[in-house]
């Protein structure tokens, strides 16, 4: 008798998730039910395959939605973060495990001791960031502290990006996941982190320019920027103690630097709509953040607002985006600036049907063992295929897919709500992603988290 998997959206992340389900279905005994919004835009040789079933779901249908997870044996939630909560409830309502990629929202952690009490797993961040970082991170951590030593530092930072064989623009970026979230990225809060001691906090009109570097073996060298909250895992990790903690995002160096000009332009604000955004020109949206000028063209404003010369490779990033088109039109009704400045990237920074992304992912464990200070380096890259099969489905949908099975196959059954930082979990994930071409490489350098020479007072 097969087992019955629910996967629940079926976005761009799940092109890898789907296929490893499907092969694993034989042997696994499993049939996946996909529901979805528009289960005709599902790939055909995913939906007519013998062990799959797609179906239309709307998640606010509470009848219909209700009847699927009921219906199944475990279900996954590829929806937005938001709406987790709905399956959520109906998961604990139907005692039915749940697997989720995404941050675990306060409404999910509510539900822990009705998930503890009916046995059941609610595993959360099981993707990429927040997955694969947690659960790489923790290997190394949990080894350290098996050899007797004590961590002082931790950085991490993920990057997706375009792979250097498709980077093709001055910007060496494409969009590998939603658009949306690249645009807002930093916004809602401070930047808050921990280094040597002292903590540390980066207003979002200064994040882009306060940048760290560091290089990946056969990939160059890449810059990264911070995370809203750093200190989130302090306790989960058990952290308590560690005079460092950093977490940050990656891209390819100098892309920070032509971000902030979006930042201090304001053409990345989401609080306000503009009026008739619909009927402006590219050209427009840009005049729309300077000053007026009888004389000055909307190019010489721009230049003397942002003082670039025209010879500035920055000048050359935004002339690329065709930012001064006066033909182009925004076509959006009602829309933020941060709608509108998304809509023009994706006319530049949308991945081509061959074009290959690349996820790249580094970490930096700093530790005590004895009286001596220790340093290893772990980084790792992956690379995608297409336009579908990305290195970013890869890495969120397969980490999903592996600790969904290992949930039917009871080798995860701690119960309760939890992100993947215990050796039942990590442990068996990590080793059957090595078998897909996603893995780390380790480095024991000289430790350098700490300058003597350096007064931070």
């Known amino acids: 008798m097969s087992r019955k998997i629910l996967v629940v959206g079926a976005g761009k992340s799940t092109s890898y998730l789907l296929d490893y389900f499907l092969e694993k279905s034989e042997e696994e005994q499993l049939h996946l039910t996909i529901g979805d919004l528009n289960p005709k835009a599902i790939p055909e040789h995913i939906s007519s395959h013998n062990n799959c079933s797609a179906i239309t779901l709307d998640v606010f249908n509470d009848e ?71 659960m790489s991170a923790m290997q190394v951590i949990d080894r350290i502290r098996m050899e007797g030593g004590k961590i002082v530092l931790f950085e991490s930072f993920t990057g997706g990006l375009v792979a250097p064989e498709s980077d093709n623009n001055l910007w ?18 401070t930047a808050q982190f921990i280094q040597e001691g002292t903590y540390k906090y980066i207003p979002y009109h200064k994040l882009f320019r306060r940048t760290e570097f560091f290089k990946i073996e056969g990939y160059g060298t890449f810059e990264g920027y911070a995370n809203r909250d750093s200190l989130n895992y302090r306790d989960a990790y058990g952290l308590q103690d560690a005079l460092t903690i950093y977490r940050g995002t990656m891209r390819r160096v100098g892309f920070s630097k032509a971000w902030n000009m979006f930042v201090q332009l304001g053409m990345t604000d989401d609080s306000y709509t503009v009026k008739d955004s619909e009927h402006m020109s590219y050209r427009e949206f840009v005049n729309l953040f300077l000053p007026y000028s009888p004389t000055d063209s909307v190019e010489l404003k721009l230049r003397h607002y942002l003082k670039i010369d025209q010879d500035d490779i920055m000048w050359g990033k935004l002339l690329e985006l065709n930012l001064f088109d006066a033909n182009k039109k925004i076509a959006l009704k009602n829309a933020t600036p941060a709608q509108m400045l998304q809509k023009i990237l994706e006319d530049s920074w949308t991945l081509e049907q061959d074009d290959k992304d690349i996820i790249v992912m580094y970490h930096k464990f700093g530790y005590e063992l004895g009286s001596k200070k220790k340093q290893i380096d772990a980084n790792m890259a992956v690379i995608g295929k297409n336009q579908t099969h990305t290195a970013m489905a890869k890495t969120v949908g397969l980490p999903v897919a592996i600790a969904t099975l290992l949930i039917l196959n009871k080798k995860i059954s701690t119960p309760g709500v939890q992100i993947p930082i215990t050796k039942e979990v990590y442990d068996p994930i990590l080793k059957e992603l090595e078998h897909y071409g996603i893995r780390f490489k380790e480095f024991d350098v000289p430790y350098v988290g700490y300058n003597p020479d350096v007064v931070d007072q």
């Not at 939605?65 to 475990?74: P, T």
């Not at 309502?93 to 990629?101: D, G, Q």
């Not at 658009?179 to 990225?185: E, F, G, K």
Request: proline residues 3%.
């Open 64 to 134: 219909n939605r209700a009847r699927a997870i009921q219906e199944a044996d475990i279900i996954v939630s590829m929806l937005p973060a938001r709406f987790h909560i709905k399956v959520a409830k109906d998961c604990v309502h139907f005692k039915k495990h749940l697997v989720t990629a995404s941050y675990v929202s306060e409404e999910i952690k509510a539900l822990d001791e009705k998930v503890k009490e009916h046995g059941l797993v609610f595993m959360n961040e099981v993707g990429l960031d927040p997955g694969i970082d947690h």
């Open 172 to 189: 060496n970026y494409k969009f590998t996941w939603n658009p949306r979230n690249v645009v807002l990225a930093g916004q809602g809060g």
